[in-house]
């Protein structure tokens, strides 16, 4: 089920009332109506996905086991590998199978090779690339010796399937997550109070923001051949704007209902496109997956250590990855290889941690150098956001090709002001707007709504929420 | 924690009240069976669903057996014209939708042939709109009843909620109710064409028609000097939206249910006032699946599209292009 539904706000209650009257006194049974209400939270979408993340919890569980026990390196190895080996094998084969098939083929054509594919129709489990990166982080802690194993299991399915972040994150760290679900939860009010805040923000960035900017995106992307000039640039930033509303919107949902059950969550946005940088981008933008490429996979391969070669093959192969983790197609890989391009030269100068200050801090807006270094990285990330967001590199091409063809002409202009007067509306920009503004005011805080109106009067506060609700 | 749950038990109270209130006034006319769902208010009802209704209420009276489908464009062919071409048995029903696709025609007759209805006649009226209009389209006025579309019946009467709980809605509503004036600002959730619906699902537009026969001149110049009837641009649209795998798959549907009722058909591409071909490859796939006898274009520019006195307004035209283009179909 999906958080902006009515099934969720139905089960959500109902969990949260066991979980606090029946159940407040147990941390075992706590733990258990958590892996029972995950499981059925997750089996919403399809029964079938349970065998899959039960397996890869039954995996996990006991390579954790094994490796704690396991004396002889080379062993440790193999039962590592065996935890990494099956945890990408299911990613690999449920989202990628079709890709590196239609691929092989693809390349063999090119050489006039006509292949006979098996494509397979293969189901894509809700959530598969979040739940084997988190179960992967605890094996490869515990191998680390950073971690030590549990020996509880329901603990642990717990910490896997643990509902608010299963399907789209964050992706938690064992070392945070994992040992709240062994400390008595107390009923704490102003955090349950706190996390409704944040769910209700992330309920506005999915369904007012998202919803409303994927009707544009849509509607441009999906009709590129309609459109020129600068209307393709509404499309992409609509699209811009729609990403983020739903990934940290659900990220902020995920966050908040944690809350309600007394659990912390690692932030995962933090205002992205007020960064100053593509570097200071990339520390903001959904930071779970971004920490998990740098601790799992730059570091083990050298990092920012070594000859500048070696530095710009771990940045391309980190971005690659990150890029082909979203999706499997040639646009998220070149999404991912553009995003290297972008981020290497501020490394390879040592700029790339210039901006790791709080944004205009003490200040109520940036200055000007600030505000044209966030408009600049704005721009980059927006027209990375078109090779995301493209069917196929020949949409990709034709995107450009349509908007450079079309700023040509003076009615480029007039017909990008006619599509956000009629199409998008005037309503729906001042929402944006809006949404900027609160963003802005609340940049330094966990999540925008956790200050605002806090100290202002009862009735301010409430007919806010009622105005965001609505 | 208690104090906790009662808050937030006030805090929604307001909205369950709203929600309560939606379902006993019924604006929509969704959650309540009626007699007739035009008479008295002027508020636009989901056609598709008022549809359904209608025929499910009347077809094991009045056996129907031949169907027009299409969007409300197709209202243009009356089943009373239409019969005319038919042989005498035949019950024509009217089983169209606002902003029609294949995706709701392909629907509709699965439901008659799972309802094991007989499906002797069928005259599908099609447009480019139509033909990419493969998905359940989103929006209270056009989103598709779960007993055709077999989705998420919390997704359809969602929809109407979201519109209630609309502040414009609410206060037009509201306005409405207490002055029983209809205003501009009331736009397009109210709809006062005035309409009458006969048994065989039928729609007439009183209004329009009373305002065409009593001053037919000025109808078209206010109308002309709104823009409605702007200056058209003969031209061929770049294709993008090329005939995607569902379009195929709908119509092959289509046709499949067709063949199996041994339903003789006809598919009319309707004369459309922007006077746009429908592209040829459409062309020649509909061709290609329900036999070239069975299909007639009349896009582009011809007699019927050229004369704004064919028009309502620049998105329908009238009954009577509808029956000369009968007459040319079934002879």
Same mark, same amino acid.
């Given at each position: 089920?999906?958080?902006?539904?009515?099934?969720?706000?139905?089960? =959500?209650?109902?969990?949260?009332?066991?979980?606090?009257?029946?159940?407040?006194?147990?941390?075992?049974?706590?733990n258990i109506?958590i892996v029972?209400?995950s499981y059925?939270?997750?089996?919403?979408?399809?029964?079938?996905?349970l065998f899959l993340i039960f397996f890869s919890t039954l995996v996990d569980f006991f390579v954790g086991l094994k490796l704690k026990d396991e004396? /002889?390196?080379?062993?440790r190895?193999?039962f590592l590998?065996t935890s990494v080996f099956i945890n990408?094998?299911l990613?690999?084969?449920?989202?990628?199978?079709?890709?590196?098939?239609?691929?092989?083929?693809? /390349?063999?054509?090119?050489?006039?090779?006509?292949?006979?594919?098996?494509?397979?129709?293969?189901?894509?489990?809700?959530?598969?690339?979040?739940y084997t990166?988190q179960t992967m982080s605890y094996t490869i802690d515990v191998y680390?010796?950073?971690l030590d194993p549990t020996k509880d299991f329901i603990a642990f399915s717990a910490f896997v399937s643990f509902?608010?972040?299963?399907?789209?994150?964050?992706?938690e760290?064992a070392s945070?997550l994992l040992p709240?679900f062994f400390?008595?939860?107390?009923?704490?009010?102003?955090?349950?109070?706190?996390?409704?805040?944040?769910?209700?923000?992330?309920?506005?960035?999915?369904?007012?923001?998202?919803?409303?900017?994927?009707?544009?995106?849509?509607?441009?992307?999906?009709?590129?051949?309609?459109?020129?000039?600068?209307?393709?640039?509404?499309?992409?930033?609509?699209?811009?704007?729609?990403?983020?509303?739903?990934?940290?919107?659900?990220?902020?949902?995920?966050?908040?209902?944690?809350?309600?059950?007394?659990?912390?969550? !690692?932030?995962?946005?933090?205002?992205?496109?007020?960064?100053?940088?593509?570097?200071?981008?990339?520390?903001?933008?959904?930071?779970?997956?971004?920490?998990?490429?740098?601790?799992?996979?730059?570091?083990?391969?050298?990092?920012?250590?070594?000859?500048?070669?070696?530095?710009?093959?771990?940045?391309?192969?980190?971005?690659?990855?990150? +890029?082909?983790?979203?999706?499997?197609?040639?646009?998220?890989?070149?999404?991912?290889?553009?995003?290297?391009?972008?981020?290497?030269?501020?490394? =390879?100068?040592?700029?790339?941690?210039?901006?790791?200050?709080?944004?205009?801090?003490?200040?109520?807006?940036?200055?000007?150098?600030?505000?044209?270094?966030?408009?600049?990285?704005?721009?980059?990330?927006?027209?990375?956001?078109?090779?995301?967001?493209?069917?196929?590199?020949?949409?990709?091409?034709?995107?450009?090709?349509?908007?450079?063809?079309?700023?040509?002409?003076?009615?480029?202009?007039?017909?990008?002001?006619?599509?956000?007067?009629?199409?998008?509306?005037?309503?729906?920009?001042?929402?944006?707007?809006?949404?900027?503004?609160?963003?802005?005011?609340?940049?330094?805080?966990?999540?925008?709504?956790?200050?605002?109106?806090?100290?202002? #009067?009862?009735?301010?506060?409430?007919?806010?929420?009622?105005?965001?609700?609505? | 924690?208690?104090?906790?749950?009662?808050?937030?038990?006030?805090?929604?109270?307001?909205?369950?009240?709203?929600?309560?209130?939606?379902?006993?006034?019924?604006?929509?006319?969704?959650?309540?069976?009626?007699?007739?769902?035009?008479?008295?208010?002027?508020?636009?009802?989901?056609?598709?669903?008022?549809?359904?209704?209608?025929?499910?209420?009347?077809?094991?009276?009045?056996?129907?057996?031949?169907?027009? =489908?299409?969007?409300?464009? /197709?209202?243009?062919?009356?089943?009373?014209?239409?019969?005319?071409?038919?042989?005498?048995?035949?019950?024509?029903?009217?089983?169209?939708?606002?902003?029609?696709?294949?995706?709701?025609?392909?629907?509709?007759?699965?439901?008659?042939?799972?309802?094991?209805?007989?499906?002797?006649?069928?005259?599908?009226?099609?447009?480019?709109?139509?033909?990419?209009?493969?998905?359940?389209?989103?929006?209270?006025?056009?989103?598709?009843?779960?007993?055709?579309?077999?989705?998420?019946?919390?997704?359809?009467?969602?929809?109407?909620?979201?519109?209630?709980?609309?502040?414009?809605?609410?206060?037009?509503?509201?306005?409405?109710?207490?002055?029983?004036?209809?205003?501009?600002?009331?736009?397009?959730?109210?709809?006062?064409?005035?309409?009458?619906?006969?048994? #065989?699902?039928?729609?007439?537009?009183?209004?329009?028609?009373?305002?065409?026969?009593?001053?037919?001149?000025?109808?078209?110049?206010?109308?002309?000097?709104?823009?409605?009837?702007?200056?058209?641009?003969?031209?061929?649209?770049?294709?993008?939206? !090329?005939? /995607?795998?569902?379009?195929?798959?709908?119509?092959?549907?289509?046709?499949?249910?067709?063949?199996?009722?041994?339903?003789?058909?006809?598919?009319?591409?309707?004369?459309?006032?922007?006077?746009?071909?429908?592209?040829?490859?459409?062309?020649?796939? =509909?061709?290609?699946?329900? +036999?070239?006898? #069975?299909?007639?274009?009349?896009?582009?520019?011809?007699?019927?599209?050229?004369?704004?006195?064919?028009?309502?307004?620049?998105?329908?035209?009238?009954?009577?292009?509808?029956?000369?283009? !009968?007459?040319?179909?079934?002879?």
């Amino acid at each position: 089920m999906i958080f902006n539904s009515i099934d969720f706000a139905l089960f =959500l209650p109902i969990v949260f009332l066991l979980y606090w009257f029946f159940f407040k006194n147990s941390i075992r049974f706590q733990n258990i109506l958590i892996v029972v209400a995950s499981y059925v939270f997750y089996g919403w979408w399809d029964w079938r996905f349970l065998f899959l993340i039960f397996f890869s919890t039954l995996v996990d569980f006991f390579v954790g086991l094994k490796l704690k026990d396991e004396k /002889s390196n080379r062993r440790r190895i193999i039962f590592l590998g065996t935890s990494v080996f099956i945890n990408l094998g299911l990613l690999f084969f449920f989202k990628y199978y079709n890709f590196f098939l239609d691929s092989f083929v693809s /390349s063999f054509s090119f050489f006039g090779v006509q292949l006979n594919g098996n494509h397979l129709n293969i189901i894509l489990p809700v959530g598969i690339s979040f739940y084997t990166f988190q179960t992967m982080s605890y094996t490869i802690d515990v191998y680390k010796r950073k971690l030590d194993p549990t020996k509880d299991f329901i603990a642990f399915s717990a910490f896997v399937s643990f509902f608010p972040q299963l399907v789209a994150g964050p992706i938690e760290r064992a070392s945070n997550l994992l040992p709240q679900f062994f400390e008595k939860r107390k009923f704490d009010y102003n955090k349950a109070v706190d996390g409704l805040r944040q769910i209700l923000w992330g309920l506005f960035k999915k369904v007012v923001i998202a919803d409303n900017c994927a009707e544009i995106a849509n509607q441009i992307f999906n009709n590129t051949g309609d459109y020129s000039g600068f209307t393709l640039i509404i499309g992409a930033i609509a699209f811009t704007f729609q990403i983020y509303g739903d990934f940290s919107g659900y990220s902020d949902i995920a966050i908040g209902v944690s809350r309600l059950f007394g659990f912390d969550l !690692m932030q995962n946005f933090k205002n992205p496109y007020f960064s100053r940088d593509i570097a200071e981008f990339w520390r903001r933008w959904h930071i779970s997956l971004s920490t998990w490429f740098r601790d799992y996979v730059y570091i083990p391969l050298g990092g920012s250590r070594g000859n500048k070669w070696k530095i710009v093959r771990n940045i391309f192969i980190i971005f690659l990855l990150s +890029g082909f983790w979203h999706g499997a197609n040639w646009t998220f890989i070149a999404w991912g290889g553009l995003n290297a391009l972008y981020f290497l030269p501020l490394l =390879l100068v040592s700029k790339n941690r210039k901006n790791i200050d709080e944004i205009s801090y003490g200040r109520n807006l940036p200055k000007f150098r600030e505000f044209t270094s966030i408009l600049l990285t704005f721009s980059l990330t927006v027209f990375a956001w078109v090779f995301f967001r493209a069917e196929s590199m020949n949409h990709v091409f034709l995107f450009f090709k349509r908007f450079l063809n079309g700023i040509q002409f003076k009615s480029s202009y007039i017909d990008a002001y006619n599509f956000m007067y009629w199409e998008i509306g005037i309503e729906l920009i001042l929402i944006i707007i809006v949404f900027i503004i609160i963003e802005w005011i609340g940049r330094h805080n966990k999540h925008s709504l956790e200050k605002i109106l806090v100290n202002q #009067n009862k009735v301010y506060r409430y007919i806010f929420y009622y105005f965001n609700y609505i | 924690m208690i104090r906790f749950v009662i808050k937030v038990c006030l805090f929604f109270l307001p909205f369950i009240v709203i929600l309560g209130s939606v379902i006993l006034l019924d604006p929509f006319k969704v959650w309540f069976e009626y007699e007739d769902y035009y008479k008295e208010e002027v508020i636009s009802t989901n056609r598709e669903n008022v549809c359904l209704k209608l025929f499910e209420k009347g077809y094991t009276k009045y056996k129907f057996n031949s169907f027009i =489908l299409g969007s409300s464009r /197709s209202q243009a062919f009356k089943t009373r014209e239409w019969s005319k071409y038919l042989d005498s048995t035949s019950r024509p029903f009217h089983f169209d939708a606002s902003g029609e696709g294949i995706y709701g025609i392909k629907n509709k007759l699965e439901y008659l042939d799972r309802i094991g209805n007989q499906i002797d006649n069928v005259l599908i009226i099609v447009d480019e709109n139509t033909l990419i209009t493969n998905y359940n389209r989103k929006g209270h006025l056009f989103i598709s009843p779960p007993t055709l579309s077999g989705e998420s019946n919390i997704e359809f009467h969602k929809s109407f909620f979201k519109t209630c709980l609309n502040p414009k809605f609410i206060y037009a509503y509201i306005d409405y109710k207490l002055t029983k004036k209809e205003k501009p600002y009331m736009g397009f959730l109210f709809n006062n064409m005035n309409c009458t619906v006969n048994y #065989n699902g039928d729609v007439f537009y009183n209004r329009y028609d009373y305002s065409i026969r009593s001053d037919s001149l000025s109808y078209y110049k206010d109308l002309t000097s709104k823009g409605v009837f702007y200056q058209r641009k003969n031209e061929r649209k770049d294709i993008y939206s !090329m005939i /995607s795998e569902i379009e195929e798959h709908q119509l092959k549907v289509i046709y499949r249910i067709l063949k199996k009722h041994n339903t003789k058909y006809k598919i009319v591409v309707s004369p459309l006032y922007d006077q746009r071909p429908l592209n040829i490859e459409r062309v020649n796939l =509909l061709n290609k699946l329900f +036999g070239k006898e #069975n299909v007639f274009d009349f896009s582009g520019s011809n007699q019927y599209t050229e004369s704004v006195g064919n028009f309502y307004e620049s998105s329908h035209y009238r009954p009577h292009v509808a029956n000369e283009i !009968m007459k040319i179909v079934y002879n």
